[in-house]
C-alpha cells in the first residue's frame, strides 16, 4: 500500500530538523501536507528502497498523545508501516483511490476480518441491517489493528443517528436520502459542534471516554461526511446540494440502485439515462473540486468506474462476494462429485 503523507507527519519531520525527507517512493499527499511542505520550505527526495534503509526510514514518525485518527481509540491503528492511520478525513482528500466494501453481518468479527482483505475502509451498513449502536461500536473496535477505516451508513437523517455515530468512533460517516439543501444544513447542524453546528460533547469512544475532552483542537476539521446522492430530487438540486455542503463535506457518493428506481428505471445499470445522470453529477462534484465515490456491484465494475473518474468505489458487500464465490465454484464441485458416483 502506498503511504500517505499528512500535514501533522509534516510537522513531526520538521520538529526533528529534517529539510529533505528521504521515502523510497513519492507518497500520496494530502492538500493540507504540501501546504505545509511549502510553508515550511520542505521537499522530498526519493532514494528508493535500499539507500532509504541506510539513512532513514521511510515511515512517518510516530506521533505523540491523542491518536491520529479520527476514531477516538479505534483511530490509533498501526497500518502499512506509517505508525498510524492519517485522519480518514484527510485520506479521502488526497489523490488516493479508495475501495471499500459493505458490511451487514452485525457482529465485530467480520468487520475484524474484511478489515484485513486489502480493502481501504469497510463500511457498515446501519440502514439496510438490523444494528443498534452497541453493535457498530464493537464492530468499530474491530477495526482498530487492520489496514481499514470504518465508515459508517446511518440509518436515516436525525440527530441521534448522526451524532451516535460519530461518537462511538466512525472515521466517516455515509449519509443516504439526502435530497435538498435544507437535509444538509440539517445534516451540518447535526454533525458540527459550535459555533458552526449544535452538536453536544461528552465523554464517548471519540473523546477517549473523557480522556481527551480538554484537548479538542479543531474536533469539526476531523469530522468526515460523505453524502449519498440517489435520488431524482437529489439530482435536480445538486448546484444547492453542493453549496450547503461546500465547507464540510469533501466527498459525495453515488447510489446506482435506488438513483435507478427513482428514474423508473430499476436495475438497469447500463441503461444511458442512468450512466449519463451519473457522469453528470461526476461533472458537477469535480467542477467543485469535490471527490465522488460510487456503488460498485463486482470489482470489473469498480475499475470501470475508476476508469471513467471516480475516485471511490465501495464494492457490493461482505456476503455478496461471499455468495458470488461459492456461486462460481460450487457448479464445478457438484459436477466432479456426480462423475464420481
Known amino acids: 500500500m502506498q503511504n500517505i503523507l499528512t500535514k501533522n507527519e509534516i510537522l513531526e519531520y520538521s520538529k526533528r530538523g529534517l529539510k529533505q525527507i528521504l521515502l523510497a517512493e513519492m507518497p500520496l499527499m494530502t492538500d493540507l501536507a504540501q501546504e505545509e511542505m511549502e510553508r515550511l520550505g520542505m521537499e522530498i527526495v526519493v532514494t528508493g528502497e535500499e539507500e532509504t534503509s541506510k539513512t532513514q526510514t521511510a515511515a512517518a514518525p510516530r506521533i505523540e498523545g491523542r491518536p491520529a485518527g479520527s476514531g477516538g481509540y479505534g483511530g490509533a491503528a498501526v497500518y502499512a508501516g506509517t505508525g498510524q492511520k492519517p485522519l480518514f478525513k484527510e485520506v479521502i482528500c488526497s489523490p488516493k483511490k479508495l475501495v471499500g466494501t459493505f458490511v451487514g453481518t452485525p457482529h465485530p468479527v467480520m468487520t475484524e476480518y474484511v478489515g484485513h482483505l486489502g480493502f481501504d475502509f469497510v463500511?457498515?451498513?446501519?440502514?439496510?441491517?438490523?444494528?443498534?449502536?452497541?453493535?457498530?461500536?464493537k464492530m468499530l473496535q474491530s477495526l482498530r489493528h487492520t489496514p481499514a477505516y470504518g465508515m459508517v451508513r446511518v440509518p436515516t437523517l436525525t440527530y441521534e443517528c448522526v451524532t451516535g455515530a460519530l461518537d462511538i468512533g466512525a472515521?466517516?460517516?455515509?449519509?443516504?436520502?439526502?435530497?435538498?439543501?435544507?437535509?444538509?444544513?440539517?445534516?451540518?447542524?447535526?454533525?458540527?459542534y459550535p459555533p458552526k453546528g449544535r452538536r453536544g460533547v461528552g465523554p464517548s469512544r471519540l473523546w477517549d471516554y473523557g480522556d481527551s475532552l480538554s484537548d479538542s483542537g479543531d474536533m469539526n476539521r476531523r469530522t468526515n461526511i460523505v453524502i449519498q446522492l440517489e435520488t431524482v430530487a437529489a439530482v435536480e438540486n445538486i448546484d444547492d446540494i453542493l453549496k450547503a455542503a461546500d465547507d464540510f463535506v469533501d466527498m459525495f457518493f453515488v447510489g446506482p440502485g435506488d438513483l435507478s428506481m427513482d428514474m423508473g428505471i430499476f436495475g438497469q445499470f447500463t441503461n444511458p439515462k442512468l450512466v449519463d445522470t451519473i457522469l453528470y453529477l461526476r461533472e458537477k462534484t469535480r467542477a467543485l473540486r469535490k471527490r465522488l465515490g460510487v456503488f460498485a456491484g463486482n470489482f470489473q465494475a469498480a475499475q470501470s468506474w475508476f476508469e471513467k473518474g471516480f475516485d471511490m468505489a465501495l464494492v457490493n458487500s461482505e456476503l455478496a462476494i461471499l455468495g458470488a464465490a461459492v456461486s462460481r465454484e460450487m457448479p464445478a464441485l457438484r459436477a466432479a462429485i456426480e462423475e464420481q458416483s
Open 123 to 137: 463500511c457498515i451498513d446501519s440502514e439496510h441491517n438490523a444494528m443498534h449502536l452497541e453493535t457498530v461500536q
Open 171 to 192: 472515521d466517516a460517516l455515509l449519509i443516504p436520502q439526502i435530497r435538498t439543501a435544507d437535509d444538509v444544513l440539517r445534516l451540518r447542524s447535526f454533525s458540527l
